[in-house]
């Protein structure tokens, strides 16, 4: 096994503090905790009448019609659609997940995902990438921009991966790499894989320091199938993943050699005891802040030609989320965005505790949105400084109206930011330093940089 806890202390150093503050507090949708006014100290949120956080203050509306923000925070694109990139390609659009890294020398580097199918504008001709149609590279993959740690000013960017299709999420590692996945399964020979000559559905690794195109190998041990996040826990090098469909089920990949996913590994689907189904859609068989123990189902022909692989997880006993989509790592719990679970659809999130073989791996419900103000389909998420969850909405509807959500360690959501364009907000990631928030709006592309006061 690699020694990567160097890498692993700077991986945690932004959201350690974060993380302490979520697991020592109990999330639900009821009265808040007794610890909820630990936030109170900084002079930005607001307070409602029990003394608990309620967010930073009302929006005010940005000049320019794009995002809506609280006083005392502000935003920057550093980059968008059909910006010219130093490879001599441009910015493509439709940017999804997003992970930032400490790439050394001053400079953060942003793997920005593409969700690109096939005929979608590449931004140029690619040099190179894992499959071609009609001779070209297909347009799926990622770009990274290279920015000055201090003034956040592009220095550079250009694509890094290349000839892959749609993809939508990811997750960063501790060894300084952006997991990039395909939300597809298409390959030759089905509806909508004319052309193609390689089967899709597969996680990439691209190095965040890597100049130029990564090496577009797939990892296949880690399994084809609908995906979209991933993360990675540090401290045994499991990776975690989860996968867009109504009756998903959640994964982990034990590779042989932690930190070297190419070497292969044990792809495992998640059973929850005495819960078959967390969904909830029928009535409350969850509720938040209950506990269950977890075991894992080693899966087999995880390369699934058939797009069986969630089916028979299910089949031995895994259990289903409804559509699997933003997954975020802290140092002893990663949390599970499941975007149309809950009575009312709109969304759950759950928390799962790592036993590291000190018990059974624990999973609990910390939140479901009861309305669409709390938050209306969560997509990506992350963990703000302040132990807070930030939230990407991605509406389902004629006319989107979609926010970054904060909720708080005790359970209260409120708004953080309002998205004035029609397309969702995704990739949402802070800096190294835990400074600044980096976002997408998807299309048209536009990369974002938030930044202010952050409550502690």
Not at 99 to 105: E, P, R, S, T, Y
Not at 117 to 143: M, N, Q
Not at 169 to 197: D, I, K, N, R, Y
Not at 300 to 319: C, F, I, Q, T
Request: one cysteine or more; hydrophobic letters at 35%.
């Amino acid at each position: 096994m690699p020694d990567f806890r160097p890498d692993r202390r700077q991986f945690l150093s932004a959201t350690g503090i974060a993380f302490a503050a979520l697991l020592a507090s109990g999330c639900r949708t009821g009265s808040p905790s007794s610890d909820a006014g630990a936030v109170q100290s900084a002079p930005t949120p607001t307070s409602g009448a029990s003394g608990a956080f309620a967010g930073y203050g009302p929006l005010r509306r940005d000049p320019d019609g794009l995002l809506d923000l609280p006083e005392g925070f502000s935003y920057r694109a550093i980059s968008r659609l059909g910006d010219a990139m130093d490879d001599g390609g441009t910015v493509p659009d439709r940017a999804d997940g997003m992970g930032a890294f400490d790439i050394g020398n001053g400079e953060i580097a942003l793997v920005r995902n593409h969700e690109l199918r096939p005929g979608h504008g590449s931004g140029g001709v690619i040099a190179s990438g894992y499959d071609r149609r009609r001779g070209e590279v297909l347009p799926g993959g990622t770009t990274t921009l290279v920015l000055d740690s201090r003034t956040l000013s592009v220095k550079r960017q250009f694509r890094s991966l290349g000839g892959t299709i749609r993809n939508c999420a990811g997750g960063t590692t501790p060894w300084g790499t952006w997991l990039s996945c395909e939300e597809t399964v298409l390959a030759p020979g089905v509806s909508g894989g004319e052309g193609l000559s390689r089967s899709h559905g597969w996680v990439f690794e691209v190095p965040a320091a890597a100049p130029g195109l990564a090496d577009p190998a797939p990892l296949t041990a880690m399994g084809r199938f609908n995906h979209e996040a991933a993360c990675v826990d540090p401290e045994t090098g499991f990776v975690y993943m989860t996968e867009d469909r109504d009756d998903s089920v959640f994964y982990r990949f034990v590779p042989d050699v932690p930190g070297d996913l190419a070497k292969g590994g044990r792809l495992q689907a998640m059973a929850i005891e005495n819960l078959p189904d967390t969904r909830n859609w029928t009535g409350t068989v969850i509720a938040p802040g209950q506990s269950f123990a977890v075991r894992w189902i080693d899966m087999d022909e995880v390369e699934a030609p058939a797009d069986d692989l969630r089916r028979r997880a299910a089949d031995a006993g895994a259990s289903l989320i409804a559509r699997g989509e933003g997954l975020h790592m802290g140092e002893d719990a990663l949390f599970i965005c499941s975007t149309s679970g809950g009575l009312m659809k709109l969304g759950q999130i759950f928390r799962l505790v790592p036993g590291r073989g000190n018990g059974p791996d624990r999973v609990e419900l910390f939140f479901e949105s009861e309305s669409e103000d709390q938050f209306n389909y969560g997509d990506n998420l992350c963990v703000a400084p302040n132990g807070h969850l930030v939230v990407c909405e991605d509406q389902y509807t004629d006319i989107v109206d979609n926010h970054l959500r904060g909720i708080t360690p005790d359970g209260r959501p409120y708004d953080f930011a309002r998205l004035r364009s029609q397309t969702e907000l995704a990739g949402a990631c802070f800096s190294p330093d835990g400074r600044t928030l980096f976002v997408n709006a998807y299309s048209p592309t536009a990369t974002l940089a938030i930044t202010g006061s952050w409550a502690a």
